[in-house]
């Protein structure tokens, strides 16, 4: 028995928007992988919760008429390892979120929740990044759509309003189309854990796949919030394809990124493995595009 | 004073329609247990990371222990009690549990056993190292994993007609 | 000999398990008991100055709230060891059931009761404690130090013990010219048991005594607890043992029964549930001790050693639950294991500011283990020599026995376990070719062996006792104070009553649940004992029991007693094998005879004073990815000789549960503090590194079986052992894949980290 004050059940997003204004001092409950265990360990004891989890219209992966791919805030882990637009577009977002926990973990957990929370850690995160995703938000006052790498504030503090939901994550298609990527997850264990650092990299290929004609370079758990790698896009943006661009890639990175020491990991280890992580990413998704590795 | 609020939850539970007015701060864990004492649905550390409270929603995994029971209204829940037969006659996965001495303390069992029924009702065939991963949201300090992970499989042998 | 001893029957409660039907502590309790919660305290070390319960006595639903100030002051011991008779053989008495001097962050300070959980748990939060801290010491070594932090002033300089095994001169022999010292310090960390049901108890009054119903491996023990705590006669408690979710040592202490008995009857004797939870099991019931080890050898170039030497620092925590026994077994296996002339051993058990350590599988031998076999692979690799054969040439040999427990190594066991495990694991040749890797991913094996005891003789009372009762039908209910803790013991119990009364297994009706009202009197599930020790009253009792049948049979048979004999559920003549009359057949004339009606039943005790070796070997074969800091783990085997197999699936089964323990251990397992607060920070599920299904290859499982001379059914310890030899094993196929000799467990990303960066591979 959770010690919930209140619990009022959104019957639409708009309804949502409504209870949330009415409450002000509610908390969003999606899936309740994150809120109900921190309700549990005393920190949101006694909250008021605002449930959103029956609006199945905020379920569900489409594909818009630009070709922007458009993955609905409710949507399970589960359900964009498994859904072919994904596979056939953004794969390395389906197998990251494969690697959150465990496949009950994976069946409850939403995008919307992993994005929202706010959380370094996020095993979708990186990679949205690494895609330059746009967040959909609505609210009272209609909908706002802000690039992921601007909604992420600061560690758990997300650019929502009062009022507002995440209603959608969206993908544009000049952001995948051509790319092939990669993420690694390194953890302690190969299942139900935390990343201690989570490396998404993906690249566009020349023709003649010898040359990198796009890099990109997203890390979980580098700092604050996930975070790109702008540095290490650079150098290998326009070089080609080599052991010596990877390698330049990998220690640009170091440059962009500003892991902390705690107890689970040292600044210096996280360092030591995005180096690492960067390198073997990369080479992953070179070698995913045709490129020769 | 602090009004409890409930809910009236109407659902499926191991192919029976039922209904009850729930409270809403109950987890699916606490109304399976206590309103509908389906004593299968273990506690182990109730923020969902040892898996003995996982029970089938509409055909999918989930640990019930953080599932609001009121999310249950309108769904298809199934517990290692709906397994039987109707002669009291063990399925397949539970034989083959038995079988295989993939039972020591017995309190993973019922969550491991469900988690199997949607991997073997998916109808595939998975390597053992994808089953491995399937099964990877339980935990067990008994038995090492080895003789459940050879119950799932075979199972899902037998069932493709392959062993 | 019947035919069931060394079949692998299936499990007598597998049926119950698979279904849901088995009733664990929780699902027997009533739904509406009042529910208990602890406020544990928020300083490692202090003083309780003040509790303020007025808020928390506000909130609706609460019924009673009880402080560290109100419970009564007797000192009660904890262990799950046999009560001794002899003052001074008597475990610590140490602990409240509610302290103002709090020696660990997570003791307990104040109890809370409530109409429900939730109500519970806000009054928890509500209470106000204003404590005076202390400075802590979480460190053995460091808490024996002149001016460390004192937690129990009985204790001076924190030391609960120390006991020493002197053997020979090692001062003069190390004289010897031309040796070779070889010079280690080991680490082991504090791990928890993690059974997957957390330790819940109820209890409730009737009839003027206190009756709880917990999730124990003792049930016998705790009633004798409960009343030493309570200050109540030993009679007026009753505890009842359903089916439980796993113990592993965590439940061979009274935990939280005495505090909850106790609410019970602050309450006017209602039913009170006091589950605990997941992040209270990690800190607040036990732990397995962190043990620092030191080891100097002195090795004559011949591979043989001069003079040893070894002391181990035991980390006790704050209170002495099992008190030395665990650092004292674990030296006990030093001397043993590798016998020389010329040995120092030194262990002591230090209190600190940590959990409280008990008992956990393998009883300061996974420690000893991996600290001793960690040494003889340096000792091997500084004499340039191969390891297993530096271990064949300098491990126990047949026909030792030591002076203490009189123990004799019968059989070369030793040495057939590691030709097994040697050949699973393709081990000369792999280790031939992994040496000449030299790139980022290198690959290595490695093995160890290990030294167990079974049971507890001659240390503590070993007894056990075993209830027989003839039904109708012929079949027979099996009581026994030995308890099923999930590994198999009920079904071992009746193969082996079903194979000395000569009657089918099925037959056979194992009582699971112990109930210290009617239950005759066992010690539990502990020390690797239930098979050994039960098997004698078991053995007894149905010799017992057949004799009575026997004797009934002769009134319908009129045949001698001794000229008959039971097979298969039928009275035969024993000299042409005629069957007289079924025992079904026996029993219903037994029953409802109007000359002669008789229930035929059998109780015994027996008394053992005998031990036995249990001996066995783990290899594993690991792939190090040296620039990510990573092992994966590619193969294990246990091999075992724990005498005959009494049902071969079952101890597989057990041997795999051990190994997973041992991997854990190896390379993942800690639980970790806050060096300045002492508070945990991963107590759990999530952030204590428990292996997942992923995180282990097929585990591997061989056994020798010789037959135990000194048992009654041929058989000697398997519960513990498979959790002894795993981490060392692993450890050393690190070293060798590598070069690179990790000295403290678990070998995690972090602890390779640094050591690849210092031996320059990164």
Redesign the interface.
């Known amino acids: ?7 009022y ?1 959104a019957k639409s997003v708009a309804h949502a928007s409504e209870l949330l204004l009415q409450h002000p001092e509610a908390k969003i ?1 999606a899936g ?2 994150d809120v ?2 921190q309700m ?1 360990e ?1 920190k949101l ?2 909250a008021t919760l605002v ?1 959103i ?2 609006l199945d219209e905020l379920r569900g992966i489409t594909m818009e008429e630009d070709g922007t791919i458009r993955i609905g805030s409710l949507t399970s882990f ?1 359900h964009i390892t498994k859904n072919p637009i994904i596979q056939q577009h953004v794969n390395v977002l389906g197998e990251a979120v494969d690697m959150v ?5 994976r ?2 957990g939403t995008i919307g929740g992993n994005t929202c929370n706010g959380v370094t850690s996020a095993d979708s995160g990186s990679t949205l990044v690494a895609y330059d995703a746009i967040v959909e938000l609505t609210g009272a006052e209609g909908k706002r759509l802000v690039p992921i790498r601007e909604f992420y504030i600061k560690a758990g503090k997300v650019d929502l309003r009062p009022g507002e939901i995440e209603t959608a994550i969206l993908i544009k298609k000049e952001s995948y189309e051509g790319y092939k990527g990669h993420y690694i997850k ?1 953890a ?7 990343a ?1 650092c989570g490396c998404s990299a993906n690249v566009k290929l020349s023709e003649d796949k010898k040359t990198i004609l796009d890099a990109r370079l997203a890390y979980g758990v580098a700092g604050p919030v996930p975070m790109r790698a702008p540095s290490a896009e650079a150098a290998a943006k326009g070089k080609p394809v080599s052991e010596e661009t990877v390698n330049a890639f990998a220690k640009a990175a170091l440059a962009d990124i500003n892991p902390r020491t705690s ?4 600044k ?2 996280r360092l ?2 995005a180096e ?1 992580l960067a390198r073997r990413a990369l080479k992953e998704a070179i070698r995913q595009s045709g490129g020769d590795m | 004073m602090h009004e409890v609020q409930y809910k009236l939850v109407r659902c499926t539970i191991n192919g029976r329609a039922v209904e009850k007015m729930i409270d809403v701060r109950a987890s699916l864990t606490d109304m399976l247990r206590n309103d509908y004492s389906l004593n299968s649905v273990k506690k182990g550390c109730e923020v969902g990371e040892c898996g003995a409270c996982n029970v089938l929603i509409d055909g999918e995994c989930f640990n019930s222990c953080i599932y609001l029971a009121i999310w249950a209204d309108g769904k298809n829940i199934r517990t290692l009690e709906g397994l039987l037969g109707p002669n009291g006659e063990l399925s397949d996965i539970q034989q083959a549990f038995v079988d295989e001495a993939a039972v020591q303390c017995g309190f993973c069992t019922p969550g491991f056993i469900m988690t199997a029924v949607e991997i073997l009702e998916s109808g595939k065939e998975y390597t053992r190292d994808e089953l491995r991963k399937l099964l990877s949201g339980h935990l067990c300090r008994c038995t090492g994993y080895e003789n459940i992970l050879n119950a799932v499989e075979k199972t899902m042998k037998k069932r493709l007609g392959k062993a | 000999m019947g035919e069931t001893v060394g079949k692998s029957v299936k499990r007598v409660d597998a049926f119950d398990k698979v279904t849901g039907r088995a009733r664990y502590t929780d699902d027997i309790c009533d739904k509406n008991a009042l529910v208990a919660r602890i406020l544990h305290s928020t300083v490692a070390n202090g003083t309780v100055k003040h509790i303020d319960v007025s808020e928390a006595e506000k909130i609706e639903g609460v019924v009673k709230i009880v402080t560290c100030f109100d419970v009564p002051q007797h000192k009660f011991p904890t262990a799950g060891h046999p009560w001794s008779t002899d003052v001074h053989h008597q475990d610590v008495a140490d602990r409240l059931l509610l302290t103002s001097r709090v020696r660990f962050y997570g003791d307990d300070v104040a109890a809370v009761v409530a109409e429900n959980e939730v109500a519970a748990a806000q009054a928890v939060r509500a209470i106000k404690v204003e404590y005076e801290e202390y400075p802590i010491v979480l460190d053995a070594v460091e808490a024996m130090k002149d001016g460390a932090p004192q937690l129990h002033k009985e204790y001076p300089n924190n030391i609960l013990n120390h006991t020493s095994i002197y053997k020979g001169d090692y001062r003069e022999a190390i004289k010897e010219e031309g040796l070779i010292k070889v010079e280690g310090w080991y680490d082991t960390p504090t791990v928890q048991h993690c059974h997957i049901e957390n330790h819940i108890c109820f209890a409730e009054m009737e009839a003027g005594r206190i009756v709880v119903t917990s999730s124990t491996q003792i049930p016998h023990i705790v009633r004798r607890v409960v009343g030493q705590a309570l200050g109540i006669p030993w009679g007026k408690v009753r505890v009842i043992k359903p089916y439980i979710g796993g113990g592993f040592g965590n439940k061979q202490d009274a935990l939280y029964e005495p505090l909850c008995a106790y609410l019970c009857t602050q309450v006017g004797g209602r039913r009170v549930k006091l589950d605990v939870s997941r992040e209270e099991t990690f800190v607040s019931n036990r732990v397995r001790h962190a043990i620092r080890t030191h080891i100097i050898s002195w090795v004559r170039p011949d591979g043989t050693f001069a003079a040893r030497k070894m002391e181990c620092f035991s980390n006790q925590g704050a209170y002495a639950s099992h008190g030395h026994g665990v650092a004292a077994k674990g030296m006990g296996a030093f001397p043993q294991l590798y016998p020389c002339d010329h040995v120092e051993c030194d262990a002591y058990s230090v209190f600190t500011n940590k959990p409280v350590a008990g008992a956990m599988r393998g009883y300061g031998i996974p420690q000893a283990m991996f600290a001793g076999e960690a040494h003889i692979e340096d000792v091997a690799k500084a004499l340039n020599m191969d390891s297993l054969a530096f271990r064949r040439k300098n491990m126990m040999p047949v026909g030792y026995v030591d002076g203490f427990s009189k123990n004799e190594n019968y059989f070369d066991s030793l040495n057939q376990c590691i030709d097994k495990g040697m050949a699973y694991i393709d081990y000369e040749r792999k280790l031939e070719e992994y040496a000449k890797d030299t790139g980022p991913v290198r690959r290595g094996v490695g093995m160890a062996i290990f030294w167990y005891n079974t049971a507890v003789w001659p240390i503590s009372l070993e007894s056990s006792s075993c209830r027989m009762v003839l039904n109708q039908d012929g079949s027979i209910q099996l009581q026994m104070g030995e308890t099923e803790i999930g590994q198999g013991a009920d079904t071992a119990f009746a193969q082996m009553a079903a194979e000395t009364l000569g009657i089918r297994v099925e037959d056979v009706h194992v009582v699971s649940s112990q109930d210290t009202d009617v239950t005759p009197f066992g010690l539990g599930a502990y020390a690797s004992r239930q098979t050994y020790v039960g098997g004698f009253a078991i053995k007894q009792t149905a010799l017992i029991m057949k004799e009575r049948i026997l004797k009934y049979a002769y009134e319908m048979a009129r045949m001698a007693p001794y000229e008959m004999d039971i097979v298969d559920g039928k009275i035969i003549r024993r000299n042409d094998g005629r069957v007289l009359l079924t025992l079904a057949e026996l029993a219903e004339e037994a029953f409802y005879s109007l000359t002669h009606s008789e229930h035929i039943t059998a109780e015994s005790t027996y008394q053992i004073k005998t031990n036995a070796y249990s001996f066995g070997c783990s290899f594993a074969e690991v792939e190090v990815d040296i620039p990510l800091c990573k092992v994966k783990l590619l193969n294990i085997v246990n091999v075992h000789d724990c005498g005959r197999l009494i049902n071969p699936a079952l101890a597989e089964a057990q041997v795999h549960g051990g190994m997973s323990m041992a991997i854990g251990y190896g390379l993942s397992e800690q639980l970790l503090f806050d060096e300045k607060t002492g508070k945990p920070l991963n107590n759990n599920l999530l952030d204590y590194k428990l292996s997942t299904m992923m995180d282990h290859p097929d585990l591997g499982v061989g056994f020798v079986e010789n037959y135990e001379p000194t048992s009654a059914y041929g058989t000697k310890a398997l519960g513990e052992p498979p959790a002894c030899p795993g981490a060392p094993a692993i450890r050393n196929a690190i070293l060798n894949a590598t070069g690179v000799g990790i000295d403290r467990a678990p070998i995690t990303p972090h602890v390779l980290f640094e050591a690849f960066k210092e031996a320059g591979l990164i």
């Open positions: 028995m959770y010690d919930i004050k209140a619990l059940e409950i309740g992988s109900l265990i549990r005393g004891a006694g449930s989890y029956g589960s926990g465990g496949p009950q973990i069946n409850i390194y302690m264990r190969n299942a139900m854990d935390i201690t107890w689970r990991a040292t210096e280890f030591h493995l690492e």
